[in-house]
Each structure stands twice: as C-alpha cells, then as structure tokens.
C-alpha cells in the first residue's frame, strides 16, 4: 500500500532554515505532480510549491525567492528547502503525490504532515 513519509521539520529561529523531505513508499509504477501544502491554525490549507513531471515548478507568492521545491524520481521522493523561515511560514505541512499505485488509477496521495515552527 502507497504510503507517503514526511521529515525534517522542527524549531527554527526566523532567518533560518529547514529541509523538509517526502519518500513514498509501495508498490508505485509512476508519479506524475508532487508538491506541497501547509496549514496554520484557523487557516485555510494552501500549496506551497509544486513540481511537475516535467521539472516545471510554481510556488506561493509569500515564498518565492525562500523556498525551493525538488524531487528525486528514483526515491520517489519531493523535497522542500527553505530558506530565510518567517514566522508567518509556521504551519503543519503536507507532502503530496499524484500517483499511480497497483491498482492501476491515479490518485493523490497525502503525507502525515510535519510541525515546522518559526520562533523570534
């Protein structure tokens, strides 16, 4: 069964940075978009950045220039460097992966979500 893990967040002082890593696990024949989401508290969940199969990237406007969105095909793995952490980027962040896993039909599928807090 596909499963998607999540890694690296934490503490951080503002100004700092994180590497947040995503692996999916399972029995997976191919990932078409991957990319990430956050969620604050009393907040709407919103994307982060996304990667296409494609290489093609977008990100949110509050990110761009900080945050920088990769992926590795042969981990079936997303990962999400940031950089220069705000307060306002503390939130609980999701991976996700469009996918196609041994029932044959795409789907998207969600990490755990990982607690990234920025302290001043």
């Known amino acids: 069964q596909v499963q998607l893990v999540e890694s690296g967040g934490g503490l951080v002082q503002a100004g700092g940075s994180l590497r947040l890593s995503c692996a999916a696990s399972?029995?997976?024949?191919?990932?078409?978009?991957m990319g990430w989401y956050r969620q604050a508290p009393g907040n709407q969940r919103e994307l982060v950045a996304v990667i296409r199969n494609g290489g093609s990237t977008n990100y949110a406007d509050s990110v761009k220039g900080r945050f920088t969105i990769s992926r590795d095909n042969a981990k079936n793995s997303v990962y999400l460097q940031m950089n220069s952490l705000k307060r306002e980027d503390t939130a609980v962040y999701y991976c996700y992966a469009e996918l196609l896993p041994s029932t044959m039909r795409w789907g998207v599928y969600w990490g755990q979500g990982t607690q990234v807090t920025v302290s001043s």
């Open positions: 399972g029995t997976i024949f191919s990932i078409n978009t």
